[in-house]
């Protein structure tokens, strides 16, 4: 049931867990001037009477700015991990990122004590689902869950650039801080920190002291011209580099998002398994035309640095 309470009523202790986004809360904040507060707050109304909010912290800060002492507000339960089961949930219709989610279930598991397998039960997930966004939280440091949760930093990067790196080239925690410090908040693109991860992790020293020191649009503007360099090659060649930097890029995507247990529609599984057999069907020639092009690369590349 939907009610009014007083907006200094409610408690904020998983603000923390929700992702910020200044231009979703500027549009939001236009919307609520013009037609008020029109999807309620939700949260858990313990027996006590405390009310602790989970969703619509965006419309939490918006009524503050504008004065607005009552808002409308609904409790999903009277338990606390009960009220984050709903949520988390209903999370397909609030559209939780997978570190808004993640952060939840880490809640669940160290605040309240609840298992993995319990946890899957309660939100009738597989526990790899679950155990995924475990180990999502395990492997992230603070400082870029600050920045990411903060908006300063895009999830998508970490989830598709930044994770590739750790597995992939072991880069470790303290090194992955220093390159999302250096490259937050600086209104950069998602293919733009794709770049500067490339300079930082498989550069040079000089590329990574240039990031270091704040001059990402010089150090932009050198790998994207500098990374393959094309000079006196022909338009043939210039193709089969841009495609095999395609292909690399496109298998580190696969082999990320293949491990996802978000998908879920049949159609989707059935033109999916369409897809994946006629790659399978060309994976062992393929495979062989890579290993054997890779090779007559480097003899070629040693017959040219020959004296």
Known sequence: MVKQVEITSLDLRYQSCRMRSNSAEQQLLVSMVAHGIRDCLQGVETKQGCRILLDG???YRCAQKLNIAIVPYQS???????????????ANAKTLSILEQARLIDELKSVHKMSVSQIAKHLERSKGWV???????GQMSQAVMDKILSGKFPVYSY??????FMRMNGIKK???DAFVNCVSGKGLSIRDIEILANGYFKGGEDIRQQIKKGNLPWALSRLKHTSVPTTGLSQVERRMLSDLEIVQSYMQRVINKSQSEQFQNAVFFAQANLLTAG??????IFTKSVRQFHDKCGQAGSDLSAP
């Open 131 to 137: 155990g995924m966004r475990v180990g999502l939280i």
């Open 174 to 176: 303290k090194q992955v």
């Open 57 to 59: 912290f965006k419309r």
């Open 159 to 164: 989830m598709y650039t930044i994770r590739t």
């Open 76 to 90: 999903l339960d009277s338990d606390e991990a009960m009220g984050i089961i709903k949520l988390l949930r209903i």
């Open 279 to 284: 790659i399978l069907r060309q994976m062992q």
